[in-house]
Every structure is written in structure tokens, then in C-alpha cells.
């Protein structure tokens, strides 16, 4: 353990100031990335803006590697959980030295990765943050590789032990960090559930909630009133988005397409069937699920 804490304290001291400030800034926001994933409670879930399902769905249409997103949006809440511990855990290998250049390759490829789908279209490019924390990631890198020919990641018993530990220290970090995530406000009105208000849902606009049984929902206005389907394709279970351009729902993962404004009637694809209907209904000034 001393051993352990010397070689730490070691590895800063021996850097030079340039260094270690790349290397605290790198590892202190790879774990405020992970805690921001583990604290937010629409993170896993199917909806909101920062909803891993709806992430990958956004990336499978504007991301160079968009057929590979496609495949990964049916498995979103297992790609979302190693996402929050790889986070978690290449923040703590680079503060504690744990493999640090394998880890400072790591740490550039997924900011490599993070360019090609969540900022490639940022124009002009200095705007987006990956493409920084890629050159960041690739400085260290190349300052931690020096003249040698190999990374330093070793998979004997001590190597496993180490990269055990901090997959081990990243699931527990995510999972203090679901414990103690930030609640959301739920109200409730006479005749149902609130879901928004009518002054935030103008005529033409549409609202995504989450419905009385947990799954994901989304709700229309028009001049004629409210409605609302599930948002659960009824092929095999994918979150469907609303196309305005299309003016249906559409799944991302295998193509079907729903009429929202004909009882969400199958416009193509593979399903046969229409999304449920959600009840919803006007009480006072709120839209609530009746």
C-alpha cells in the first residue's frame, strides 16, 4: 500500500508543471463525466434530452458511423452503463497512475469517437469541445510514450489486479452516483397526471414523458386537441422518434413508421401494428394523462 502511494506521489513530482496540469484537468472531468451520467435520472432512461436512447438515435442519422449507432440503440441502457464507468474509471487510473499511457490512448480514442458523433457537425470546429480533448488526450499521450516503442499496460497478475480495481471503483462510483441523483418534480392534478403545460405545448408542437406505467410517451397538440402514443415500437421494443420533416414516428432501429395523426397507423417497416394510444386529456391549464 505504501508502495502504492509513494509510486502516485512519485509520478506527480516527476512530471513537469505543463504535465500535470493536462493530467489533473484529463482525469477530474473524465470523473465529473461519469458522476454527471450517475446523478442524472434521464441518463438510461428512453426520454429527455440527455437520455442515452435518444443520443444514439440523434448520432445514427448525423454521425459519419451511423450504421453503427443503429445497432446499438436496442441495447442503450448496457451501452449507457459502460460509458459511465469507462468514464469513471479512465479519470481514476490517470489521477492515481494507474497504466497511463494505455490509458491516456484510451482517453484519446473516445474523444476521437466523441468528435466523429457528437461534434462533427460544429462549425467551425473550435466551437466543439471533443476535438480539444482529443489533441489534449494525444499531447499526454505522446508525452507519457516518449521514445519507448510499447504502452505500458501489463495483464499479469498484478496488471489484472490494477485494471480490476478501477472497473470495480468506476461501477461503484456510478452506482453512489444513481443513489444519490437528482430527483425530478412530479405533481399531480385532479383528473390525472401532470404532464405540461398548455402555455409550453403550443398548437403544432409535440411534448416527450414518461407515462403512468414508466415507459416512454409523447403527446400532440393540434387545433382540435391533445393526443398521445407510446413511444415503444411495436416491432421489438425500440424508442421511436417524430420525424417533422416526415410526419411520422419513426424507429431508428429496423425503419417502421407510424401516422401519428391517424391513430398511429403503420406507414412502413416491419410492424403490423399501431402504437398504443396514451390517454390524455385539457384540465385547466395543464395536459394530463387521464
Partial sequence: MRTTIRSIVSSWKNQSPAVR????????TWIYGGWDKATDPDFLGKIGATSISKQLTGYSTSSPLGFLFRHMIERSTAVGIIVMIAEFAIGFATLFWVAP????????????????TATWHVKPYFLGSDTAYAVLWLSYFLTLLGKRRS????????????IGTLAVAGALASVLGR?????????????????????????????????????PAIVFRTKNGVFAYSEIC???????????????LVCPCHGAAYD???????????SNTPLSTVKVAINGDWVVQA
Fill in 21 to 28: 496540469v493536462i493530467r489533473f484537468w484529463l482525469g477530474i
Fill in 151 to 162: 504502452v505500458d499496460v501489463s495483464f499479469d497478475r498484478r496488471g489484472a489486479i490494477r
Fill in 179 to 215: 443513489g444519490l441523483q437528482k430527483k425530478k418534480v412530479s405533481a399531480t392534478a385532479s383528473g390525472g397526471n401532470q404532464i405540461v403545460k398548455l402555455v409550453d405545448l403550443p398548437v403544432g408542437k409535440t411534448f416527450e414523458f414518461t407515462s403512468s406505467d414508466g415507459g
Fill in 234 to 248: 411495436t416491432h421489438q421494443g425500440c424508442t421511436v422518434s417524430y420525424s417533422a420533416s416526415d410526419k411520422a
Fill in 260 to 270: 401519428p395523426f391517424n391513430a398511429a397507423a403503420v406507414l412502413g417497416g416491419p
Fill in 101 to 116: 499511457t494505455f490509458i491516456a490512448f484510451v482517453g484519446f480514442t473516445m474523444s476521437l469517437g466523441l468528435w466523429i
